[in-house]
């Protein structure tokens, strides 16, 4: 896990300006930095850090990385990497299965200086070309510079766990893993995105396509790769290409419980080896516990694989609690020491300071380079609690609910697209699961439209009300867009929030093999007699805790944002969201009406947010701030 930067330009780059990119990412890697310089270009001395590697390269070329050593961490490890004096590549990320690939290159005759994945990264790109990346099983976002064809291969993982933002505009080139190291570069021309502000307003952050908060820098897109001469990085805008894809089981399949017991041995048995290959690292690693199904089931898997191992240390476990009176309502603190004390694992618990929610909102949100959808404090307060402790690596739980359906509001597109018979002799079985009941009769009633007036019918008149969405299409292909896209939006957050705290957060639910099988899964089997999530709770009934397996009210990552916003922090919140330069903007913008419909509390900490994020970056003299003294000063370490 680490920090990548890197500048490609028609004019000669100076040290310092990969230098200065550089150093913002120093919370994404705080253990070392390295810098590559093509050749010709302006050194102004030596750096410690420069790899006195200099192939000729037309355009100038450099690259940056800012290492957090997780796998290999003597020298070897260095980045940038050169590789048979022809390659040299940046990356960020880990590829789980680096020990199975090195095997396989070895015996085709490659040879390894290092037990590094990067450099299993060169050999396979050197071996296969473009195809090494659908063997990869892991999470990345790397360039790399072939000097001998002067020419650049840059690829993004399946589900862009890792970022990668670039800058192309005036024969200039500039990539990094956040967007606040881009601005850093004098020559970066942005400003804000009024149309993404908009649209954030109105819906939420969205974080799968393209277009980001600022003008002019874009999102290099998961699961995809460019490979391309040098120049044309310069000379026209980026295509690139999907290198995996997977389609969803559309079938109405009716449960069957042979058929059910199968299927949770295989979902087992898969998720079981994507913990085993996530536990590979030379540094100590624990897990986030929210006490629910989905991040026990990874501190089980991990308690027994580690007692397999002949490990003996207790596994340690990191959680947000709300215990002050006023949060108790988003409190999982009895679940988590239950599950704790059932596995014997040492929990570690921070309960967020009511009185720093201001500042710690602003650091948060300066940390994901743009307003997110929350506050964002569960999660940013767990990996601040781990940042006090001996582990750097963490297993999280992201992405289950989008796979296994475990979301109430998905009972709806359930219901509403069974046979009607059966929706309307199972709807009763939802009356057990707090706020469910009245989600499931929706179904129901938008199925009986459908058979009493037909489908097109029933969609015009929804369409008429102002839903956005077909309620009729099948429940996995439902799943397969929130994983596409919801869910590219807390894949961001965990990132950002783990690497703000120098964390490498690594997602077992989202190893490609899991997706692929549960992508195949009939619906029937994640939502089945009132229970969502059924397949995994079958698979972890008997190994954990009834009490976790047989939950109904699970209530996610809660966060008492009811409570800050409307008590203590009331009036500072008002403020915030009408400080003139930022209603100023608005008003340029002819976007101040956006404000005025701010009545809910979701609406009321999106204008929160945005406030903050176009003060923070844009500021009062209308520039982005200095970034390299704003990120040592959030981002220091506990």
Known sequence: ???????????????????TINDVLVHRGPDGAGLMLSAGQERAGDWPGLIHYSPSLSPYVALGHRRLSIVELSALGHQPMVYQDRYVITFNGEIYNHVELRAELEGMGYQFRSHSDTEVILAAYDAWGPDCLPRFNGMWAFAIIDSQEQ????????????????????????????????????????APDLAYARDYLAYGPHEDGARTAFTNILRF???SYVECPLRALLEQPLTPQVFWSVEPNTSNEAFDEATASRLAQQYYDLLEDAVR??????????????????????????????????????QETFSCVYLSPGTEHCDESEHINNLAQALGV??????????????????????????????????WHTFKRVAASDVTVTLDGQGADEQLAGYLNYWM????????????????TVRAVPGATHIALRGVVLNLCRHLIGKRLSLALLHSLGYRTDPFVPLNTVLHHARQHGLATLIHYSDVVSMAWSIESRMPFMDYRLVEFLASVPAAYKLHQGWTKYLSRLAFAGKLPDEIVWRKDKMGWPIPEDHWFGGRHKEWMDRQMARPIFLQW??????????????????????????????????????VREAHASAQEITSRA
Not at 287 to 296: I, P, R, W
Not at 358 to 366: F, H
Not at 413 to 428: E, G, I, K, S, V
Request: glycine share 6%.
């Open 221 to 223: 897109p998961a699961t």
């Open 346 to 379: 040492h929990s570690n618990q921070i309960e967020p300071s009511e009185k720093d929610i201001p500042a710690e909102n602003d650091k948060m949100i300066y940390a994901m380079d743009y307003p997110p959808e929350s506050t964002c404090m569960s999660g």
């Open 277 to 314: 290959l996530r536990l590979r690292a030379d540094v100590k690693v624990g897990s986030a516990l929210s006490g629910g199904l989905d991040s026990s089931s990874i501190v089980y898997l991990i308690n027994k694989l580690l007692k397999e191992q002949g490990r003996e240390e207790l």
């Open 586 to 623: 608005f008003e340029q913008a002819s976007t101040a009406q956006a404000l005025h419909g701010a009545h809910t509390l979701t609406k009321r900490i999106r204008v929160l947010n945005l406030s903050s994020w176009y003060c923070q970056f844009f500021g009062d003299k209308g520039t």
């Open 151 to 190: 020419r650049v291969f840059i690829a993004r993982d399946r589900f862009g766990v890792k970022p990668f933002y670039y800058y192309q505009r005036n024969g200039l080139f500039v990539f990094a893993s956040e967007i606040k190291a881009i601005v850093a570069h004098p020559e970066v021309e942005t």
């Open 1 to 19: 896990m680490c920090g990548i930067t890197g500048i490609i330009s028609i004019h000669p780059i100076a040290l310092q300006a990969i230098q």
């Open 413 to 428: 597109y359930w219901f509403a697209q069974m046979p009607l018979w059966r929706a309307l002799t199972t709807w009763p």
